[in-house]
């Protein structure tokens, strides 16, 4: 058996207190610790030592030691949205957005009290009663601000938790004999998210279709809802959402 000789390579930034600069150096994982060439003095034979877990740096050549770089992030993160996921009239979890840009889920106990965990609860779709309910085309977004958005204009809308690539074929069943278009973000993440949406929607929908991003002219990395705040309506419908269908 032919031995794995992989070896793995990272930079780390160090602050030197005295100099009060980051130095950047290359580090090779040794064990626990990361090793790398001392840059404070003629180093042939690594004598750096790094320890990510402790945040430290230490090097047995010329006693140079110090922390890794941590910049300050002055701006707390605060809850900006949050996404309840109702199956009948129960809460089974939410989906909560903070700013800067983050997302975590969470649940009740019967005490009210929140824990950031999905222990015990199985994932279901966003606006899960409303699809149910529904008939006609649905639109399948990448997140819940995009089916939010989508809903207000009066379309049938919804969204896996999670993002990207989490969709799960206990799903598909809520799609059965219904018209599916997928709207991706316009990036590659976004596309090979639809695709496996619409693959695994293949033979289960009556049809199923990927809108084009560039059809709705978003920029990269833009959604639905850059589309919406553009001025994108439910009258543009005909016009922009059924022209570049790709799959």
Not at 31 to 38: I, Q, S, V
Not at 84 to 89: K, N, R
Request: hydrophobic share 35%; with cysteine.
């Amino acid at each position: 058996m032919k031995e794995n000789t992989t070896v793995e390579v990272k930079t780390f930034r160090l602050w030197d207190s005295e100099s009060k600069e980051v130095i950047s150096v290359e580090a090779t994982l040794k064990g626990k610790d990361w090793k790398a060439l001392c840059p404070k003095h003629s180093d042939h034979n690594p004598s750096l030592s790094i320890d990510e877990e402790k945040g430290l740096y230490h090097c047995f050549g010329c006693g140079w030691a110090g922390k890794l770089y941590k910049p300050l992030n002055k701006e707390k993160k605060r809850i900006v949205a949050t996404y309840d996921y109702v199956d009948g009239e129960n809460l089974l979890f939410q989906v909560v957005r903070y700013s800067p840009k983050d997302f975590r889920v969470r649940r009740k106990d019967k005490n009210g009290k929140w824990f950031y965990n999905l222990d015990g609860i199985e994932p279901i779709l966003y606006r899960l009663n409303e699809l149910i309910k529904s008939d006609g085309t649905v639109f399948i977004t990448e997140g819940e601000k995009d089916c939010d958005n989508l809903r207000s204009l009066g379309f049938t809308a919804t969204t896996a938790p999670f993002g990207a690539k989490e969709w799960h074929e206990e799903f598909n069943k809520f799609f059965t004999d219904r018209e599916v278009v997928v709207l991706p973000d316009n990036d590659l993440p976004g596309i090979e998210h639809a695709v496996t949406i619409a693959k695994s929607l293949d033979g289960k929908a009556r049809s199923v279709r990927i809108l084009d991003p560039k059809s709705l002219k978003l920029g990269e990395k833009e959604d639905i809802s850059d589309w919406i705040i553009k001025g994108g309506q439910k009258k543009n419908y005909s016009k922009s959402f059924q022209t570049r269908i790709i799959f």
